[in-house]
C-alpha cells in the first residue's frame, strides 16, 4: 500500500478509536446519570415554611421539570417553623441519598444562626450548596387603615407614636425581620417586630388590620397591592423591581439611602451529598432556569433565576452573611431582635 495511503488510514483509525471513546465515556455517563435516582422512589424536596410563601412558591415552579428531568417523582414537603430551621435541619440530619432536598433561602441556610443560639447547624457546612435559584426584593407594606401612602409618611408617623407601631415578618432572623430592623436602624423609627410562621398569617392579619406594617417578599404581596388592598411604601432593592416598577425603593427617600436587602432562593442537599449527585442536579437546575415556561413564572414574581455553579453559591452566601451581619448585630444589641 502506498506510504500516503498507509498514513491517512492510520490517521482515520485514530479518529475512529477517539470518537468511539467519547462516545463510550458519553453513554457511561449518561446511563449513570439515568440510574441515580430510580423512579420508584420520590425526592422530598424540604421548604421550611408553610404554603404560599415565596420560598413554597419557587420550589413549586422547581419542582415539575425536575422531575422530569430526574425521571421520578418530586414532592414539595412544607415542615414550616422558626424562621425556616426546622425544615433545614431535617435535611441536614438527612441521608445524603439524593432524597431529600431543601429549598432553602438565606433565613435559615446563615441568618437565623446570628439571632439564635438554639441553630445547632451550620447551613455553609452542614448542607451541600447545588445551586442558586434566583433574587428577589422585600417590600414594606401597609394597609388602608394606618392613612399611610408613603415611606416619608410611615416614618414620621412612627416619630409621632414612638414604640406604638409594629410590623410584621415571617419569623425572627428571617431576611424580612432584618430589613424591618434595618429601617428602624437608618431612619430613626422605633418599628417594634411582630414574627409569624409565615407568609399567609401574616399578610392575613396586617389586611385585617390587626398590625400596622409588614415586611413581605415581592411575590406573596403582589397580587394583594395589585387588588388596592395593600399599600407598598418601597421595595428593598436599590432600584425599583422590574415586576412592579409603579413601586419607588426604600433607597429613593433621602433617610434610607443605600438601602439594599434582598431575598434569595438555592437548592441544597445534605452535606456528603456525593459530587456525582451534585453534578447532576446543578446541571439540571441551570437547564431548568433556563426554560422559558421557568423564566416567565420566576420574572412574573420578581424573582431573577441566576443558576451557577455550586462554589458560585458557596461564594454568594458567604457574601450575602458578612453584609448582615452588622444588622443583626445591632439589632440585637439594641433589643430589637426578638
Request: glycine share 10%.
Amino acid at each position: 500500500m502506498p506510504a500516503q495511503f498507509s498514513s491517512c488510514y492510520t490517521r482515520l483509525g485514530r479518529a475512529a478509536r477517539a470518537a468511539a471513546t467519547t462516545f463510550l465515556a458519553l453513554l457511561a455517563l449518561s446511563t449513570a446519570q439515568a440510574q441515580s435516582w430510580p423512579s420508584a422512589r420520590p425526592i422530598s424536596l424540604v421548604v421550611g415554611y408553610p404554603a404560599g410563601g415565596s420560598v413554597d412558591l419557587v420550589a413549586r415552579i422547581i419542582a415539575e421539570p425536575l422531575a422530569k428531568r430526574l425521571g421520578t417523582p418530586v414532592v414539595v414537603e412544607n415542615v414550616g417553623g422558626a424562621g425556616g430551621t426546622i425544615g433545614a435541619q431535617k435535611v441536614v440530619s438527612a441521608n445524603p441519598d439524593g432524597y431529600t432536598l431543601l429549598l432553602g433561602s438565606g433565613s435559615e441556610i446563615s441568618i437565623a444562626k446570628l439571632f439564635n443560639a438554639a441553630v445547632k447547624y451550620n447551613g455553609e457546612t452542614d448542607l451541600s450548596p447545588v445551586g442558586l435559584i434566583g433574587v428577589t426584593p422585600m417590600v414594606f407594606v401597609t394597609n388602608a387603615k394606618t392613612g399611610v401612602k408613603t415611606i416619608e409618611e410611615a416614618i414620621a408617623k412612627s416619630k409621632r407614636e414612638r414604640n406604638q407601631l409594629s410590623f410584621a415578618s415571617s419569623g425572627i432572623g428571617t431576611p424580612l425581620h432584618v430589613s424591618g430592623e434595618l429601617i428602624n436602624l437608618m431612619a430613626g423609627t422605633t418599628f417594634r417586630h411582630v414574627p409569624y410562621r409565615g407568609a399567609g398569617q401574616q399578610l392575613q392579619d396586617l389586611l385585617g388590620g390587626n398590625i400596622e406594617f409588614s415586611v413581605s417578599v415581592l411575590s406573596s404581596a403582589l397580587p394583594h397591592i395589585e387588588s388596592g388592598k395593600m399599600i407598598p411604601l418601597g421595595v428593598t432593592t436599590p432600584t425599583r423591581s422590574r415586576a412592579a416598577p409603579q413601586i419607588p425603593a426604600l433607597g429613593e427617600n433621602p433617610r434610607l439611602k443605600g438601602y439594599d436587602m434582598n431575598v434569595w432562593f438555592g437548592l441544597f442537599g445534605p452535606a456528603k451529598l456525593p459530587a456525582p449527585m451534585v453534578a447532576r442536579l446543578n446541571k439540571e437546575l441551570n437547564e431548568i432556569l433556563r426554560e422559558e415556561a421557568t423564566w416567565q413564572k420566576l420574572q412574573k414574581a420578581g424573582i431573577s433565576n441566576d443558576g451557577g455553579t455550586p462554589q458560585a453559591l458557596t461564594a454568594f452566601i458567604r457574601a450575602e452573611t458578612q453584609r448582615v451581619r452588622n444588622v443583626v448585630n445591632k439589632a440585637v444589641s439594641t433589643g430589637a431582635a426578638s
